[in-house]
């Protein structure tokens, strides 16, 4: 596995405005990662200087192992890439549009395929004015996926898509990335899409880099927040508050939420053992990406 | 580069050829010849006709026709910048300088349709209602025929020089504004400006607007049965179009360049 995108000390100033500060990280191929931010963070600005339609104020980007900007024209026709909000001609029907599309890539490509795979194909000959925010978004995605890439770049790609639509496309993007190997870097909000889709969440503030961490392990169990199932709550919830290695005990709808000092579930299964309780489940909670973003952000 | 421009090209010949905007350019200026009949009716008459010809192309072209130019060419990549997408164009193997090229290109291809279509007009309706068997004097005729339709020839494709400055000129207030409005209404108005102050300045023969009529004195005397000469308004046409149509493509070229497309 080599290295997709590669950015060193990437800046974006727009004016006074320090929009990406000195950013550096590298996207291994195959990888499906996430850029995570507050509005304003600038994941989409970081995107569009990927894309080359937003110019770095310093820094490089290496894609494929090339420097972008010396070797665009080689390198583009490797990227998908999906705006936000995407626009297209809105006086040409869908298969219109991605026939210029594929026209100025000068490559000859089956354009209902793309169309097929984000599921617009019966609505190819549609003119887009007429879309709806969702069918719009879907067609942004056959833009992008209709030269078969090798790295796709998208800036919300669920935004405006039905639930049905979201869990789609997010399989969508998993297979590419199992399969094809296809390199993935999103910008998405919606946290628990992105714990099901991504291998990797980099979480950007004001501009900086904060944290790059794999999903598998920021969503690993918390020990120290224990869910009980007990035959005897209230006398349970009593005896734990008893113990040194107990910080807090409280019982919601018949079950018992504890806080540990330490990670220790095996310590509180056993106590609750050896004091004679039925004891039918004990559960440490699993993290979530909102738990570890606002714990990185500092919230 | 040019296999990228000649893409991007009929990239936008496409595009165009979708537009309803498209259509209603020539449409309006195929009126406007039509209309100058109720000035200047054929009346089988061959001077007659052929100042028919004289007044309806510069009216339907360098008035109705260079607003139409205008307003076409300035909505090119302002309407592109406003919706967003001029992204689906440039995130493909495509520079930025060779997407504005094509897009000058197109206007020029437009500015020769607008010529051509007023142009085919006004001949064919003194062709079928009037006379043209060239411009006599004391029955004695000055100019054949073959001399006129050569004269009124000569000027139209003269004429594309001032047009494609002038679609250059559009194009650059084009990529300066994501407001397709906004951009339609600098391009108009500079124009307009130009063309009140640059006489009392007395900077008339370095603004480019000047030389759009240019092309047509010759076919204009020729219709008046006065000789007249090519030289050197020609080259004056030339050479102040085309150091425009570089000057305001390089501005265009510089202003994108350095545009964050942000959607």
């Known amino acids: 596995m080599g290295t997709c995108i590669q950015t060193s000390h990437l800046t974006k100033r727009y004016g006074a405005i320090l929009a990406v500060d000195n950013l550096t990280f590298e996207v291994q191929t195959g990888e499906v990662v996430d850029l995570l931010g507050l509005n304003g963070a600038g994941k989409s600005t970081t995107l569009y200087m990927l894309t080359g339609l937003v110019r770095p104020t310093a820094g490089s980007i290496s894609i494929f192992g090339k420097d972008l900007h010396r070797n665009f024209l080689s390198i583009s026709p490797l990227i998908g890439v999906l705006v936000e909000r995407p626009a297209f001609y809105d006086y040409l029907t869908a298969r219109e549009n991605l026939k210029l599309c594929a026209r100025l890539a000068r490559r000859e490509v089956t354009v209902d395929r793309a169309l097929d795979r984000v599921g617009l194909l019966s609505a190819k000959r549609r003119k887009v004015g007429g879309f709806s925010t969702g069918m719009r978004q879907r067609l942004g995605l056959a833009q992008a996926l209709l030269l078969e890439p090798s790295l796709l770049i998208l800036d919300e790609p669920t935004n405006g898509l039905d639930p049905e639509g979201t869990s789609e496309v997010l399989a969508l993007l998993r297979q590419l990335a199992d399969e094809a190997q296809v390199t993935i870097l999103i910008s998405s909000h919606m946290l628990h899409e992105v714990e099901g889709l991504c291998d990797r969440v980099a979480i950007i503030h004001e501009g900086r880099l904060l944290s790059c961490e794999r999903t598998d392990a920021l969503l690993s169990y918390d020990e120290r927040h224990v869910e009980v199932l007990i035959d005897a709550p209230e006398s349970a919830a009593k005896r734990l508050e008893e113990q040194p290695w107990v910080e807090s005990v409280e019982m919601r709808a018949g079950r018992l939420e504890v806080v540990l000092r330490d990670e220790n579930a095996h310590q509180l299964a056993v106590f609750l053992f050896a004091a004679g309780y039925r004891v039918t489940g004990v559960i440490p909670r699993q993290r979530t990406l909102q738990d570890y973003f606002l714990k990185v952000l500092n919230r | ?263």
Not at chain 2, 64 to 81: I, K, N, Q
Not at chain 2, 99 to 125: D, H, P, Q, R, S
């Open chain 2, 1 to 263: 580069m040019i296999a990228r421009i000649w893409t991007a090209y009929r990239f936008e010949l496409d595009k165009a050829a979708r537009r309803r905007f498209t259509y209603l350019g020539v449409v309006l200026i195929v009126i406007a010849v039509a209309s100058a009949l109720l000035i200047r009716p054929v009346s089988r008459d061959s001077e007659a006709d052929y100042a028919f010809i004289a007044y309806a192309t510069p009216i339907a072209l360098n008035l109705l026709g260079l607003l139409v130019l205008v307003t076409y060419c300035a909505g090119l990549v302002s309407t592109e910048l406003g919706s967003g997408s001029i992204c689906l164009a440039l995130v493909r193997p495509l520079r930025r300088h060779e997407f504005l090229i094509a897009k000058l290109l197109l206007g020029m291809t437009y500015a020769a349709m607008l010529t051509a279509a007023v142009a085919t007009i006004a001949w064919v309706i003194p062709l079928a209602f009037g006379d043209l068997t060239g411009v006599t004097y004391g029955g004695e005729t000055v100019f054949t025929a073959t001399d006129m339709t050569a004269a009124y020839l000569f000027g139209a494709l003269l004429a594309l020089a001032p047009q494609g400055a002038v679609a250059a000129y559009a194009i650059m207030i084009s990529t300066l504004t994501r407001s397709t409005g906004a951009a339609i209404g600098s391009a108009v108005g500079i124009l307009l400006m130009l063309d009140i102050v640059k006489y009392p300045l007395r900077i008339a023969p370095f603004v480019f607007s000047t030389y759009i009529e240019t092309p047509w004195r010759v076919f204009t005397s020729y219709c008046d049965g006065l000789d007249a000469n090519w030289f050197p308004d020609t080259a004056y046409v030339l050479v102040n179009s085309v150091v425009y149509t570089v000057v305001f493509t390089a501005i265009a070229i510089l202003s994108l360049s350095r545009r964050d497309l942000h959607t």
